[in-house]
């Protein structure tokens, strides 16, 4: 893993990274983990409209974090690759062991 990242890649990844700053998007994301689903399951799972769905899947498809595959007139959306999922799952998992060890998290390292 590099120790620095060049301005190009750095801006790249900052992108996507704002992008997940969405609450929203960030739960589409998660709903998208194990398998692909159709705009209308996504909006159910999530409880937002279709069409803000729709949305926020043009701009998590625009930066590669999710991809779609059209079977007959439905389009499915999922994570892009096994590396969208594991910083995904990572990053719930870093929140849930902050959240179990506050009672006794003293702020140190």
Same mark, same amino acid.
């Given at each position: 893993?590099? +120790?620095?990242? /060049?301005?190009?890649? +750095?801006?790249?990844? +900052? /992108?996507?990274?704002?992008?997940?700053?969405?609450?929203?998007?960030?739960?589409? +994301?998660?709903?998208?983990?194990?398998?692909?689903?159709?705009? &209308?399951?996504?909006?159910?799972?999530?409880? %937002?409209?279709?069409?803000?769905?729709?949305?926020?899947?043009?701009? %998590?498809?625009?930066?590669?974090?999710?991809?779609?595959?059209?079977?007959?007139?439905?389009?499915?959306? &999922?994570?892009?690759?096994?590396?969208?999922?594991?910083?995904?799952? !990572?990053?719930?998992?870093?929140?849930?062991?902050?959240?179990? &060890?506050?009672? !006794? !998290?003293? &702020?140190?390292?």
């Amino acid at each position: 893993m590099p +120790a620095q990242l /060049e301005e190009e890649r +750095a801006v790249e990844l +900052a /992108e996507i990274f704002r992008l997940l700053g969405d609450a929203n998007r960030l739960r589409i +994301a998660v709903v998208c983990l194990d398998s692909p689903l159709c705009v &209308g399951d996504i909006a159910q799972h999530v409880g %937002l409209s279709a069409s803000l769905v729709s949305h926020h899947l043009r701009l %998590l498809r625009a930066a590669r974090f999710v991809r779609s595959q059209k079977r007959g007139k439905q389009v499915f959306y &999922g994570v892009a690759d096994d590396h969208v999922r594991c910083v995904i799952n !990572d990053m719930v998992a870093h929140v849930d062991e902050r959240r179990s &060890g506050m009672e !006794d !998290d003293d &702020g140190g390292y």
